[in-house]
């Protein structure tokens, strides 16, 4: 089976733009999470999607969304960027929402 | 709120030596995760520990899980250099299964 795929890698976007990360999950997995990694931070969860519902969320303000689409793709996009968004973002799936299997990750750097 | 926490943050280590990562973490939970990180890289799952007093060995490496005292160990024997990387364990909470709260990382080094 294929893995978790994510694109774009790689992402520079300058403060105040948006940004929009794309997840692909393992075929026949469900569910869809969100990481972000920081030095300072570290690993620390976004959101979780399952058949198109968002099931859980993490401590991260509005400007943090995502959606997932019936193929269970999911996205996730960033508004008004700011410097302390630049992170690695990973994406994970799961085929009930537990045992998660991560992506390669989106390196955002914002400017 | 769940707080998880390892130790030691870092670990430096000769080859052939022995050393234990400990993970703590503060609320009940029934399944505990270990992966590891390549610079640069993503998270590969390591191991995945489902009941009070399980273990498992892969390679060098063994896992422990004691949900009484909500901890777990991470066991390396006879470091190598290829197991230099930082590893994360993560904990989930019985109904939020999907939320991972990761530990703050012990970065290995294994000097030759």
């Known amino acids: 089976k294929a893995g978790v795929t994510q694109t774009p890698r790689y992402l520079i976007k300058t403060r105040g733009q948006q940004v929009t990360l794309s997840c692909s999950p393992i075929?026949?997995?469900?569910?869809v999470s969100w990481y972000q990694q920081t030095p300072g931070q570290g690993l620390q969860f976004l959101f979780e999607?399952?058949?198109?519902?968002?099931?859980n969320k993490g401590n991260f303000p509005g400007r943090f969304s995502g959606r997932q689409f019936s193929n269970s793709r999911s996205e996730m996009n960033v508004s008004t960027l700011e410097l302390g968004d630049s992170a690695l973002y990973l994406c994970a799936s799961s085929p009930t929402g537990r045992e998660q299997y991560f992506g390669p990750g989106t390196r955002l750097t914002v400017t | 709120e769940l707080k998880v926490e390892q130790n030691p943050l870092f670990l430096s280590m000769q080859e052939g030596k022995n050393y234990t990562i400990y993970c703590n973490y503060s609320t009940t939970s029934d399944r505990l995760y270990w992966y590891r990180q390549d610079p640069g890289k993503s998270l590969e799952s390591l191991f995945v520990l489902l009941s009070n007093g399980a273990v498992k060995q892969e390679g060098r490496l063994m896992a422990s899980l004691d949900t009484k005292a909500r901890l777990s160990t991470l066991h390396i024997t006879a470091a190598v250099h290829d197991l230099s990387a930082t590893y994360f364990c993560a904990v989930d909470i019985p109904g939020t299964a999907s939320k991972l709260t990761f530990g703050t990382g012990t970065r290995l080094q294994v000097t030759l």
């Open positions: 999607y399952f058949s198109e519902t968002q099931r």
């Open positions: 075929s026949g997995h469900r569910s």
